[in-house]
């Protein structure tokens, strides 16, 4: 099975990078295909020209890789901090180039028809704000964009999204916990 994963943190020493690399050490360990993109370390460039609107368009050729596998891709596993309730702006700027018409969905007279290959997602994000705060002022918006405004919009079927935080205040022995929690869900979800 090929599985792509996107990575959207700048820092490679970061708790994301490790969520990342865990993700792909045990699909490779599952004898799974791995995609990994790390937004930063390629500089994708998120800025969405207008020419690139509608289909079809020319895109650069980043772009049309990336449309190419994320198409291609049977499993997907989104790996990003929460910033202001949002992933950052350049995965923001990949969703924008990348998840396209004819892509990853198509205007039909019923509607919206998803149009990508993977049935199921994987969604790990960082947080740290408390996750009881975070409930408690602002409910869960990235479960909600992830999960209807996006992936199911794009034809999958099942997405799990998991938040670990606060990073900032964790220790080592919670940050091990949370790559086994991480090991689990990819082995659940995309076993051998």
Not at 17 to 31: K, M
Not at 72 to 94: C, D, F, R, S, T
Not at 136 to 146: A, H, S, T, V
Not at 166 to 174: A, D, G, K, N, Q
């Amino acid at each position: 099975m090929k599985v792509s994963i996107i990575l959207a943190h700048q820092h490679v020493g970061s708790f994301n990078h490790a969520i990342a690399e865990t993700a792909r050490r045990v699909l490779e360990e599952n004898g799974h295909r791995v995609l990994l993109h790390d937004l930063y370390q390629e500089k994708f460039n998120p800025i969405l020209p207008h020419e690139e609107i509608g289909a079809p368009a020319p895109l650069d050729a980043a772009v049309e890789a990336h449309c190419r596998e994320i198409a291609a891709a049977e499993g997907i596993i989104i790996v990003h901090p929460n910033w202001w309730a949002q992933p950052p702006a350049i995965l923001k700027g990949w969703l924008d180039r990348v998840l396209r018409v004819g892509v990853a969905y198509k205007f039909s007279e019923s509607g919206v028809e998803g149009l990508l290959k993977a049935k199921n997602a994987l969604v790990f994000n960082t947080s740290n704000t408390p996750q009881e705060v975070e409930m408690e002022l602002f409910g869960d918006p990235l479960d909600n964009l992830w999960k209807n405004c996006i992936l199911r919009y794009c034809g999958v079927e099942s997405v799990v999204r998991r938040c670990y935080g606060p990073v900032i205040l964790s220790t080592p022995e919670e940050r091990k916990k949370w790559l086994e929690d991480v090991a689990g869900k990819v082995r659940e979800t995309y076993p051998a």
